[in-house]
C-alpha cells in the first residue's frame, strides 16, 4: 500500500466511519514517516450515541492504531492536561478557579483531577451512584449531583 511520505502527523479519535484502510494507512504514516506525531483526541472506550445503548468509542480506534504500531499517542483530550494547560495559560486563570464537570469519572473526573481543578461529576449521563459509590472506583469528585440542573437551585454561602 502506497502512502504520502509527507504525513507528519496520524490524529485518532471517534469515526463512525473507521474502516480496514483508515487503520492500515495510519499505520504505515506513523511506522514509516520520520517523525510522524500519533495523537489522540481522547481514549473514551465506548461513547452514548443513544439513550439506550453504549457504543465503541474514541478509544476504540486509538486502541487498533497503538495495537498495530505498539506507540503510544499524545493524547490532547481528557484525561490529558494538554488543553486545559494551554487554555489557563492562554487566559490568565488559575486552575484552581475552575470546576470540571461532566458525566465519566474516567475522562471528566480525572481530566479536571490532573488538571488541579475543583470536580463535579453528574450522574445524568454515563456515571451511575453504583458506579460511583464501588468499593472498585477510584476516582472520586469533589462533588455530585442527580443533574445539572440542580445548580440553578443552590443558594449562594452567606459571608
Not at 483526541?41 to 445503548?53: G, I, S
Not at 492504531?65 to 499517542?73: A, F, H, L
Not at 488538571?115 to 453504583?130: F, Y
Request: hydrophobic share 35%; proline share 4%; with cysteine.
Amino acid at each position: 500500500m502506497e502512502h504520502d511520505e509527507s504525513v507528519g502527523a496520524v490524529v485518532v479519535g471517534f469515526d463512525r466511519y473507521v474502516n480496514y484502510y483508515k487503520m492500515q494507512y495510519g499505520t504505515l504514516c506513523i511506522r514509516e514517516n520520520p517523525g510522524c506525531l500519533f495523537i489522540a483526541t481522547n481514549r473514551d472506550a465506548v461513547t452514548h450515541l443513544t439513550e439506550t445503548q453504549e457504543w465503541a468509542g474514541g478509544g476504540s480506534m486509538v486502541g487498533a492504531i497503538v495495537g498495530s504500531t505498539q506507540r503510544e499517542p499524545l493524547v490532547v483530550g481528557k484525561p490529558s492536561t494538554f488543553m486545559m494547560d494551554y487554555l489557563a495559560k492562554e487566559f490568565g486563570i488559575l486552575k484552581s478557579q475552575i470546576c470540571m464537570v461532566g458525566d465519566r469519572l474516567d475522562t471528566d473526573i480525572l481530566f479536571g483531577q490532573n488538571g488541579g481543578c475543583k470536580t463535579l461529576l453528574v450522574l445524568s449521563g454515563v456515571t451511575s451512584l453504583e458506579t460511583l459509590e464501588s468499593p472498585n472506583n477510584k476516582i472520586h469528585p469533589d462533588f455530585y449531583t442527580d443533574k445539572l440542573s440542580d445548580l440553578l437551585s443552590l443558594k449562594p454561602a452567606t459571608t
